[in-house]
């Protein structure tokens, strides 16, 4: 079992959080990892990615090869175009569809869903929604770990040592606050799947999971 | 299985210098290599150790010798071009010899992630005729710095550990080794082998001459070199240690090839040899310049037999391999299931924080410039070489930390005015105080531009040594006159006002340092 994952979204977005918390699951369940990030320069604003590679296997290199990545998992949509040359044909997309626009450049919102849609699996959540609902604005990262889970071998209870451990300083309500938006993001992740599941195209899967938010 | 600690390539080589018993760690801030200091400070007081950060590597690796000097282990750590900075105590050391084990660890940045060269350290190693070892993941990174401390003391030599960007800033898990007791305290007993008096040095030069062959004998046994020759000998695989990794992502199957990887120097030349004669024709694979490759070709190249690498276009001159990249060195290609859907891809650089003081200080000055002539703005290395970017647009030049001033001296003697030049406040720590020290004392007409933001921001905010007060008194005492010696506050409300104190400094025909003083705002948090 290989677990080969595109992290990828803009520095301050929490990308490497989502990094401890998976590097930190996966190895607690045993599996051997390997995870190249990002420091320096680009964490100012610019886009940030990680290889995070886990296995009951060796794993050789701290990349994944192009074509090999089963999952990109982003928490910015524009972010996504950057490394779908990695993702295998088989590979999910997992998406916010909430943009982050630090750029003078930035495309047209539309134009970067209907990019998104073309995808043959592609799940989108709003992770801003879904952070915000939980008075958490900033979270959205969590939100985008929870909405991946359904996709990986791990339970929300896997994660409660790690979030204790990170958000502990912040005080109690932060941990809570961040195991919410994990959990709500895993059932968002969860709705949408079960419709791509059943051949709903995803934008349809999309509208129909996030009328309540 | 054993237990295991998550740890970054840095931390696994930080955590394996403790547990081999260092007394003190050196460094100054630089991606890839900052983490590695970082984390021996995080665990400085559990294992009883020094951990500072000095004020450039040099320093920085000259607190190293003096450790090393009174029989301590030492690890001092840099980034690749901060070894430039710290050649002279670092060749002279392969000189002096060591007796504490005095560990290197280089951290070289293919593919220039952050970093504005891509240069190879095993040059450097060789060059100083000393050992270098090269891990390929995170539990070698530890398991090397162990050994390197060993061998330093068995053979009285520094040695580098040299990693890479991919290495350093990746994690995985990695098993430990029971940690040794710290060295007692020793002075050398050997102090002219460290007084490189020529008549002391040529006896120093002769002695590291001659450890040569031992330290041969050495890469030529260890199992950091390995040798396989099973396989189609049609074409043979020369790599050295990051190489390797995708090599073998290439092939998944195993490599049908004999091959040679690298990852112990001086470079194993018997192995090499013995590939050589083995297979019809080479693929050099290397992670860094084309080091091995260059050494293979020589003058007249392998007789009968072709080499391919860096040198010949088989795989890319610069940047970093990838293991696609690795791949197509052999024909085989790593096929993309999917291009970017999206038609135009904007790139999203990294840009200076909302609210940095850096943005209003260029804002003020670049106001108060626009009076003038156009003149370049000489500048320096760390966050507001991002000014370069528009909307700002604000910054001439950046090569080396420090050149700011001393490329404005040159400007000034050219017949530039004004001349301007700007420098964050831990890069003129670093090397910009002798720059200002020459102008001070030429009386050059130059207006100096000092950022003090109050931490090292671009490399994630560690400790400035020179800040505030401390460092109006450092500009005063290197001989520039007070009442030119101007400190500003970087806030938007005061861009009119600032602006028109620079027009005075610029106007003036002599000396002047502007110092804007604002905290970072990430720093704050
Ligand atoms: C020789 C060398 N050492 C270290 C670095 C890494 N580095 C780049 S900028 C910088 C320091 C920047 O600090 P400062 O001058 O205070 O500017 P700030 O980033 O705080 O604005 C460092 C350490 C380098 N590029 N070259
Ligand atoms: S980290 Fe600090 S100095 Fe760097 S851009 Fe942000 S605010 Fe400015």
Same mark, same amino acid.
């Given at each position: ?51 995070? =590679? ?15 990545? +089963? ?17 295998? =044909? ?67 209870? +896997? ?35 079960? =419709? ?18 | ?9 840095? *931390? ?105 060269? *891509? ?97 041969? !004998? ?15 000998? /049609? ?36 192995? $090499?040899? /013995? ?68 038609? /135009? ?35 320096? $290395? ?33 017949? $530039? ?78 861009? !009119? ?7 005075? *400094? ?20």
């Amino acid at each position: 079992m290989k677990y080969d994952i595109i992290l990828a979204g803009v520095g301050g977005q929490g990308i490497l959080t989502i990094a401890y918390m998976l590097d930190n699951a996966a190895l607690a369940r045993g599996y051997r990892i390997r995870q190249a990030e990002v420091h320096g320069m680009a964490q100012r604003g610019g886009a940030v990615y990680s290889h995070l =590679r886990f296995s009951d296997r060796e794993i050789v290199s701290d990349l994944i090869p192009r074509g090999q990545a +089963d999952m990109i998992l982003s928490v910015e949509p524009l972010e996504v175009q950057r490394y779908l040359p990695l993702l295998h =044909r088989d590979g999910v997309v997992v998406s916010s569809v909430h943009p982050f626009k630090n750029i003078p450049d930035y495309p047209d919102e539309k134009a970067i869903l209907d990019a998104l849609l073309e995808l043959p699996r592609a799940l989108l959540v709003d992770a801003k929604a879904i952070a915000t609902a939980n008075k958490m604005p900033r979270a959205e990262n969590m939100a985008m770990l929870g909405a991946a889970l359904p996709f990986l071998p791990f339970e929300l209870a +896997d994660f409660d040592p790690f979030i204790k451990a990170q958000f502990e300083r912040k005080g109690e309500h932060a941990v809570l606050a961040n195991q919410a938006v994990l959990a709500q993001g895993f059932r968002m992740g969860m709705a949408v799947k079960e =419709r791509l599941d059943a051949g709903m195209p995803a934008d349809a899967a999309y509208r129909e999971t996030h009328t309540s938010l | 299985m054993k237990k295991q600690e998550l740890l970054l390539g840095d *931390e696994a080589v930080a955590l394996a210098a403790l547990h081999a018993g260092i007394s003190g760690a050196y460094s100054y801030p630089g991606t890839p290599a900052t983490e590695i200091l970082e984390y021996v400070q995080s665990r400085a007081k559990e294992f009883n150790v020094t951990a500072s950060w000095s004020a450039n590597e040099k320093v920085a690796y000259e607190g190293a010798i003096g450790m090393s000097y009174c029989g301590k282990r030492a690890l001092t750590s840099m980034k690749h071009v901060g070894l430039n900075v710290a050649a002279d105590p670092f060749v002279n050391s392969g000189i002096t010899g060591v007796d504490g084990g005095l560990v290197l660890c280089v951290a070289d940045d293919p593919g220039m992630h952050s970093s504005q060269n *891509e240069q190879d350290s095993r040059y450097l190693a060789r060059f100083a005729l000393i050992p270098c070892l090269e891990p390929l993941n995170q539990q070698e990174a530890y398991d090397m710095t162990r050994e390197a401390f060993d061998l330093s003391e068995r053979f009285k030599t520094p040695v580098m550990v040299r990693i890479v960007t991919r290495l350093a800033h990746s994690r995985a898990g990695v098993v430990t080794m029971e940690g040794r007791a710290q060295n007692a305290l020793r002075i050398t007993e050997d102090a002219a082998g460290y007084i490189l008096l020529p008549s002391n040095a040529r006896i120093q030069y002769d002695k590291l001459a001659a450890k040569q062959s031992a330290l041969e !004998e050495y890469a030529a046994k260890s199992p950091h070199n390995r040798i396989c020759l099973d396989g189609d000998r /049609k074409l043979g695989i020369l790599c050295n240690a990051m190489a390797f990794n995708y090599v073998r992502e290439a092939f998944p199957a195993g490599i049908p090839h004999p091959y040679v990887k690298v990852g112990c120097y001086p470079t194993p030349m018997g192995m $090499i040899r /013995k590939l050589v004669e083995t297979v019809d024709e080479i693929v050099v694979v290397e992670e860094g310049y084309p080091f091995l490759e260059e050494l293979l070709r020589g003058v007249v190249g392998v007789a009968g037999k072709a080499v391919h690498g860096k040198l010949d276009g088989r795989l890319p001159r610069t940047g970093e391999l990838t293991p696609a990249i690795a791949a197509r060195a052999f024909g085989i290609a790593m096929e993309s299931a999917f291009a970017p859907t999206l038609e /135009k891809l904007p790139g999203r650089p990294p840009a200076l924080c909302p609210g940095c003081p850096h943005a209003d200080s260029y804002r003020a000055l670049k106001l108060a410039a626009g009076d003038f002539p156009k003149v370049p703005i000489f500048s320096d $290395i760390g966050c507001y070489t991002l000014s370069f970017y528009p909307p700002y647009n604000a910054v001439d030049s950046c090569v080396d930390m420090g050149a700011s001033i001393a490329m404005a001296i040159g400007a000034a003697h050219a017949g $530039i005015h004004p001349v301007m030049c700007s420098i964050g406040d831990s890069t003129f720590g670093h090397s910009g105080m002798t720059g200002l020290l020459t102008a001070a004392y030429e009386k050059l007409p130059m207006t100096v531009f000092i950022l003090d933001n109050g931490t090292v921001a671009m490399t994630g905010k560690q400790d400035t040594l020179l800040t505030g007060d401390a460092l109006v008194n450092a500009v005063i005492g290197l001989g520039v006159e007070p009442e030119h010696v101007r400190v500003l506050s970087p806030l938007p409300k005061n861009l !009119e006002e600032n602006a028109r104190i620079i027009r005075e *400094e610029l106007a003036y025909k002599g000396l002047s340092v502007i110092i804007p003083k604002r905290d970072c705002v990430q720093a704050k948090r």
